[in-house]
């Protein structure tokens, strides 16, 4: 059964746009190429970039304003697509979601798990989809990597090795925990989609090379434990000129009967035990990366099947960059549930509205709440 409204509508589904930025540009091809799916808002606190971004693309007929809930009311639109700062993703989703509009939203869900928690809880109080852009997911490589893992037995360790040298400038080379904040939340996302599994611990550590550009640290290596005894180890750092891996990193599987391989661009590899080779399931051939993220999240809201980026379960892709970081920072192990707790508290505290509020209390803990128990089933609009 489905836990959130449905949209039922003739031909493409009409969406609203919130953002114009760098992102949204990307977003806006994306949406415009897709034949199931017709931009019909544009919302931007800058009317003027949302103008021109239209126009460079000889978009005609798109509303243009400030406000979510305007737009979409006066254009009938079916749902929302948010490419704003982070710092915004609460506020769009919130008003979307309770003006009947089910969300894509670009990642993270938001700043903070707590915040996160009560986009959650929003999500089920308004009866509406709350879908995450993970769109590194949406890669068909790593689908396949994915399979041939399910060929290996029980895993024993998966790492990724993640190293790169750009130069941003800008706020990026300003900000604390810059490789965890801002990149490391897609392989910790990718190797929860990869196991099917959620960690119970990390362990971080991170420094910042003596020839860094960046201001803070930007280099890290940590160590999650799953519930199975798996370890998930993820070094990386943004400083690292020669021999780049690709922007997916370099993963290694290793399980009970043998190790499969990936570069992050091209299709894994596999060697079973005595130094067979393992045969590669055959590409998909899917879209990819935000267009595959687009086409799941159409999907979804016409037969109500729940997306893999569904915002109770990306929470707990959210909760491993907060529990990195409060490692790094302490230089202690950190418990996953532990992280969930104190942000449960931190958003039952916060919440001003009612109905949100009301859901989070009903929550028996954090984690009950994150796998839809007590969660209803919506009627159909």
Not at 29 to 57: F, K, M, S, W, Y
Not at 183 to 210: K, W
Not at 313 to 333: D, I
Request: aromatic letters at 6%.
């Amino acid at each position: 059964m489905s836990t959130f409204a449905t949209v039922n509508a003739d031909g493409p589904l009409r969406l609203v746009q919130v953002g114009a930025g760098g992102m949204g540009q990307a977003w806006l091809d994306t949406i415009t190429a897709n034949p199931d799916v017709e931009l019909v808002g544009l919302v931007d606190l800058n009317t003027d970039a949302a103008h021109a971004a239209l126009a460079q693309r000889g978009l005609q007929g798109v509303a243009v304003g400030t406000s979510v809930g305007d737009v979409a009311a006066a254009t009938g639109a079916h749902a929302v697509v948010n490419v704003t700062v982070p710092v915004a993703h609460h506020p769009v989703n919130v008003e979307a979601m309770f003006a009947g509009l089910p969300v894509l939203c670009e990642k993270p869900a938001a700043p903070t798990v707590a915040q996160a928690l009560s986009l959650a809880a929003c999500s089920e109080a308004s009866g509406q989809l709350l879908m995450i852009s993970q769109s590194r997911r949406y890669f068909n490589s790593l689908t396949q990597l994915k399979a041939v893992a399910g060929e290996l037995g029980d895993i024993g360790v998966i790492t990724t090795e993640f190293f790169k040298a750009p130069h941003f400038g800008g706020f990026r080379e300003e900000m604390d925990h810059v490789l965890l904040l801002d990149m490391a939340i897609h392989p910790f996302d990718a190797v929860r989609h990869l196991t099917g599994q959620d960690p119970v611990s990390v362990y971080c550590e991170e420094f910042n090379p003596s020839w860094s550009w960046f201001k803070a640290d930007a280099a890290a290596t940590a160590i999650f434990e799953f519930a199975g005894g798996l370890r998930y180890v993820y070094s990386g750092s943004w400083c690292a000129d020669g021999a780049e891996t690709s922007w997916n990193g370099s993963w290694r599987v290793n399980g009970a009967q043998g190790t499969a391989l990936w570069d992050g661009d091209n299709a894994p590899t596999a060697e079973g035990l005595d130094g067979a080779v393992l045969e590669i399931p055959a590409s998909a051939g899917g879209p990819e990366e935000i267009a595959g993220s687009l086409a799941e999240f159409v999907t979804a809201v016409h037969t109500g099947v729940v997306p893999d980026g569904a915002i109770h379960a990306n929470v707990h892709s959210l909760a491993m960059v907060e529990a990195a970081v409060l490692s790094a920072e302490t230089g202690q192990r950190v418990r996953i549930d532990d992280i969930l707790t104190a942000a449960y508290a931190q958003s039952l505290e916060a919440e001003l509205n009612p109905e949100v509020k009301a859901v989070l209390a009903g929550w028996e803990s954090p984690l009950a709440g994150l796998s839809g128990a007590g969660r209803g089933v919506p009627a159909q609009r």
